[in-house]
Structures are given as C-alpha cells and as structure tokens.
C-alpha cells in the first residue's frame, strides 16, 4: 500500500499576486498620506514666514515711520544688503524661506501678503 504525499513547497502565483497588489495599494496609500503632510508643512512655514514678516514690518514702520520698500512706500520688501538693508539684521535674523516661492509685499494697508504674480507660494 503506497500512499502519494504530495508535499506542496513554495506559494502558487496567484498568491504572490495577490500580496504584491496589496503591498502596491498600502505604499500608494502611504504615498498619498505623505504628499498631503507635506504640502500642510510647507503651507505651515509660508504662514509662519507671513506672520514674523507682518511682526518685523510693523517694527520697522513704528520706529522709521516708513514702510521697508525701496522707497518706503507700499511695494516690494527691501532686504538689501543682509548686512546693512533695512529689515536685516535689525528687525529680522534672516530673509525668510518662502520669499522666493512668496515675493512677499506691503499692500496699501501695511498688509504682508505674496506678490500679485505669485502662482506657487503656498500660503494662497
């Protein structure tokens, strides 16, 4: 009497499918998860930037009477020189982060606020 052991060995294909797609759905959720983290940090920072700046531009207008521009008037923040400009180093430790992405102003209303031509700052 002989009895055939079929010893199975090793996982079917259909299986390592399986767990490969579901591998792929958890780090495309992960994925997902990450972007939307990220895009909040960076939002986060510009928010951060705009308020210290708003801080920093007050301080200057109550002491100087004149707003941080090139020609004190509302525009486009002067930093100048980072070592003799007007709001660096007297006012602020540095030029913000986002000012590349921002291009941050003075409104009419002394308002800190991203340029008009800005499309990526993320604090719009």
């Avoid at 579901?22 to 951060?48: M, N, P, R, S």
């Avoid at 009477?65 to 980072?82: A, H, K, M, R, V």
């Amino acid at each position: 009497m002989s009895t055939a052991i079929s010893s199975k060995k090793g996982f079917t294909l259909v299986e390592l499918l399986i767990v490969i797609s579901i591998i792929a759905i958890l780090v495309g959720t992960v994925a997902l998860a990450l972007t939307v983290f990220i895009g909040q940090g960076e939002e986060t920072v510009c928010l951060e930037d705009q308020r210290d700046l708003q801080t920093v531009v007050n301080a200057y207008h109550f002491e100087n009477g004149s707003w941080p521009t090139d020609n004190g008037e509302p525009g486009d923040l002067f930093y100048g020189n980072p070592i003799s400009g007007p709001l660096i180093p007297d006012y602020a430790i540095d030029v913000p982060g986002s000012d590349d992405k921002c291009d941050w102003q003075i409104s009419d209303q002394g308002v800190v606020e991203p340029g008009e031509d800005v499309e990526n700052c993320p604090c719009d």
